[in-house]
């Protein structure tokens, strides 16, 4: 069994790949670098620096000493969500090996991503003092309206033109794109990225089903506030950390409920914002 367990580790090594390419939000992924490890497994130190402005300068006794104050938060992780599934025993390793890359490829793509990127966007929608605005965008030229808004917006409250990425529908990209006008080239340039979501994986709030109660046995999640149209993030102002694991996998032998692979897998992180940065999220959302 050593072998078979050895192929499965090569498809665990991909899992992250495969978040890569289909996640919406992973643009936002911080820098692992800059935080520490917490003292529990599902918490993170983060660096916050705080400094003193400008004093008069006396001619005779100089500069006016300012301080710095360097302090870690400890923030903990808001998204841990898990499931297992079962990979019927195969006669050959390769096949059951090729079975569980798949399996596990498709259930991320189409369960795990969604989600995660849902529960992300509706996390930032709701933090306190972000900008936002509410309204219906019934044509490209209001499209362009709104974004002109929301740049302006960014603009005043001083947030860097760089790195400002702009989540936004694939209808609402469309109605620009089909202006076709210099207008609506000279909006756009003020984003750095330019990332289409689905709607469905693009609200205000959702709810996170638990798998076990009534009604809510197939996992996943709902969405329960508006529809947003777009959403302008300056990355730097998002604290987002993502960890994906399958820690356990049991072979058919050790296995006491059924012939089959049994797959455990979990994705937890963090999902947030600086506290002195919620100037960097501007939010439009349907009435």
């Known amino acids: 069994m050593a072998n078979n367990i050895r ?5 665990i090594a991909l899992l992250d790949e495969v978040y890569k390419q289909a996640s919406k939000s992973s643009i936002l992924d911080g820098d692992a ?3 520490q490890a917490g003292k529990n497994t599902n918490e993170i130190i983060i660096p916050k620096m705080t400094l003193d402005g400008l004093a008069d300068y006396s001619r005779n006794s100089g500069y006016v000493k300012g301080d710095v104050t360097l302090t870690y938060e400890t923030v903990k992780f808001n998204y841990d969500r898990g499931r297992k599934f079962v990979v019927d ?27 995660m990127d849902a529960f992300r966007f509706a996390t930032y929608a709701a933090l306190s003092g972000i900008g936002s605005a509410t309204g219906t965008l019934a044509d490209g030229a209001a499209v362009i309206t709104a974004l002109r808004t929301a740049a302006n917006k ?3 409250d001083e947030v860097p033109s760089e790195q400002r990425v702009l989540f936004i529908t694939p209808t609402l990209r469309g109605m620009i794109d089909d202006l076709d006008t210099s207008k609506s080239k000279e909006v756009l340039s003020k984003f750095s990225s330019v990332v289409e979501v689905p709607q469905s994986r693009f609200n205000t709030e959702i709810e996170l089903l638990d798998g076990t109660t009534s009604g809510e046995e197939i996992g996943g999640f709902r969405a329960t506030g508006s529809d947003i149209n777009f959403m302008v ?11 994906h ?14 012939d089959g692979w049994m797959f455990f897998y979990r994705a ?9 940065k919620v100037a960097g999220i501007y939010v439009h959302s349907k009435a």
Do not use: C
């Open 154 to 156: 960014m603009d005043e």
């Open 268 to 276: 937890y992180g963090l999902a947030d914002a600086y506290e002195n």
């Open 233 to 243: 993030v300056h990355t730097p102002a998002i604290l987002q950390y993502p960890k």
């Open 245 to 258: 694991t399958v820690n356990k996998i049991i072979t058919p032998e050790a296995n006491q409920d059924s």
């Open 89 to 115: 025993a195969m006669d050959d390793e390769e096949t059951a090996g090729i079975a569980f890359g798949k399996l596990s490829s498709e259930f991320i793509r189409t369960k795990v991503v969604p989600e």
């Open 33 to 35: 670098s800059l935080v």
């Open 7 to 11: 192929l499965f580790q090569k498809y």
